[in-house]
């Protein structure tokens, strides 16, 4: 089983849709959680940043994690066309000698005007 | 304020030799970290730098090391090049502050090992 699994989608929804990205893992020494949107040939960008279970509102942007399901999600709202992009979620573990931090392979998302 | 900037923005290298790739973190991140980039295993952490010392290590052979300097510059090498290093090097400066994390990564340096 992989640490972190991603669906690589591609995920194409309408512009206004709301959508739902999600990863799942099977490390539970991962305590902090991000999401990046990387568009293509650029960087990726931090968009959320969490620790705990439950939810993290930023704007059109709610990140949500279930540690006891070992399952964390990336809720955009209103979805608009400059949203295609690249979703990647990491988890990090609290450090040591051990430290561990593991990406997502990605979603690839295209919203449609 | 300025950006992340790495240099050179492309390199192509032949197999057995070195790179140093460079990166100049937003002023006041003291926080410096590394990341190569690749179609088949995606982003992958390399490690990260604070205050001149490494601070965390990703899973990398001993080919790839890095240093920081007293301005938070930060050089990435990677020794006795292989095919297999042809990536994406991303380099990313943070700042944690009163609770919160603020990261912010370069464009990168596309590598070709030829």
């Known amino acids: 089983q992989k640490e972190v699994e991603q669906d690589p989608g591609p995920l194409s929804v309408p512009e206004g849709a709301i959508v739902s990205l999600n990863c799942t893992y099977s490390?539970?020494?991962?305590?902090?959680f991000m999401w990046y949107r990387q568009y293509s040939r650029k960087g990726p960008e931090l968009l959320m940043y969490t620790y705990s279970s439950g939810n993290k509102e930023d704007g059109r942007f709610t990140a949500q994690v279930d540690k006891s399901s070992k399952y964390i999600s990336l809720f955009i709202r209103d979805s608009q066309p400059s949203d295609s992009a690249t979703y990647l979620c990491?988890?990090?573990?609290?450090?040591?000698?051990?430290?561990?931090?593991?990406f997502g392979k990605g979603t690839l998302l295209t919203v449609n005007p | 304020k300025a950006g992340v900037t790495q240099t050179p923005r492309y390199l192509i290298k032949t197999r057995g030799q070195q790179v140093t790739l460079s990166c100049s973190p937003i002023?006041?991140?003291?926080?410096v970290s590394w990341y190569q980039q690749t179609p088949g295993q995606g982003l992958q952490f390399l490690f990260e730098?604070?205050?001149?010392?490494?601070?965390n290590k990703g899973n990398f052979p001993g080919r790839f090391s890095g240093r920081q300097f007293s301005n938070s510059r930060s050089e990435m090498n990677v020794s006795t090049l292989e095919l297999g290093d042809s990536a994406l090097y991303l380099c990313?400066?943070?700042?944690?502050?009163?609770?919160?994390?603020?990261?912010?990564f370069g464009p990168g340096t596309r590598l070709t090992v030829l």
């Open positions: 990313a400066s943070s700042l944690r502050l009163a609770g919160v994390y603020t990261q912010y």
């Open positions: 490390n539970s020494a991962f305590q902090y």
């Open positions: 002023s006041g991140h003291r926080s």
């Open positions: 990491a988890l990090e573990n609290s450090g040591g000698s051990n430290y561990k931090l593991t």
């Open positions: 730098y604070f205050s001149e010392t490494q601070r």
